[in-house]
T-cell receptor, first 115, second 113 residues
Framework: GAVVSQHPSWVICKSGTSVKIECRSL??????MFWYRQFPKQSLMLMAT?????????EQGVEKDKFLINHASLTLSTLTVTSAHPEDSSFYIC???????????FGAGTRLSVL | KQEVTQIPAALSVPEGENLVLNCSFT??????LQWFRQDPGKGLTSLLL?????REQTSGRLNASLDKSSGRSTLYIAASQPGDSATYLC????????????FGAGTRLFVKA
């Protein structure tokens, strides 16, 4: 089946630094990828839709300058948390749609801890 | 606006019991519905995917049903085991609005040995 790889799986950083998370579709092309955020004991909330070759579409309340999304190829989307602060500590998960198939495949997630 | 609700929020059962987890959604215009399992601190594991034209899907001890007209889905787990302990998430993919998947808050299941 389709595989989505997310890296790193866990990252600890100091407050004020930037962290980049990668989401790769390993065996399919994805024109669209999605980024979700999950706080402890809560469900996943969509942050943004990443579109290959164009700007990402952010959900209401998500700061686009804080969470930079780049989808430069059909197999890679990146999420950069800029100037991270402790309140950005969360679980971030990406998903990807194989082109022409309306099924989402999810990455394993990245746990971000900001000290 | 699509909303997904899961009941109960938490459930504790003895090993061997059959159980049902419930998911309801407010807008029947969906493309598919998916059930996931999430272990503490881990990512999502897809359990079952039901397309809008389907009524149910089965995998091993799991059976998921979909009643689109009433906005409901159930996940049936037969002969529960301690290893089934996890959070179960229901997710609905609308067929409008950019196909953005909406997740329920989940049901935390604990199966006692």
């Amino acid at each position: 089946g389709a595989v989505v790889s997310q890296h790193p799986s866990w990252v600890i950083c100091k407050s004020g630094t930037s962290v980049k998370i990668e989401c790769r579709s390993l065996d399919f092309q994805a024109t669209t990828m999605f980024w979700y955020r999950q706080f402890p004991k809560q469900s996943l909330m969509l942050m943004a839709t990443s579109n290959e070759g164009s700007k990402a579409t952010y959900e209401q309340g998500v700061e686009k300058d804080k969470f930079l999304i780049n989808h430069a190829s059909l197999t890679l989307s990146t999420l950069t948390v800029t100037s991270a602060h402790p309140e950005d500590s969360s679980f971030y998960i990406c998903s990807a749609d194989p082109s022409g198939v309306n099924i989402q495949y999810f990455g394993a997630g990245t746990r971000l801890s900001v000290l | 606006k699509q909303e997904v609700t899961q009941i109960p929020a938490a459930l504790s059962v003895p090993e061997g019991e059959n159980l049902v987890l419930n998911c309801s959604f407010t807008d029947s215009a969906i493309y598919n519905l998916q059930w996931f399992r999430q272990d503490p601190g881990k990512g999502l594991t897809s359990l079952l995917l039901i397309q809008s034209s389907q009524r149910e899907q089965t995998s091993g001890r799991l059976n998921a049903s979909l009643d689109k007209s009433s906005g409901r889905s159930t996940l049936y787990i037969a002969a529960s085991q301690p290893g089934d302990s996890a959070t179960y998430l229901c997710a609905v993919r609308p067929n409008t609005g950019g196909f953005k998947t909406i997740f329920g808050a989940g049901t935390r299941l604990f199966v006692k040995a």
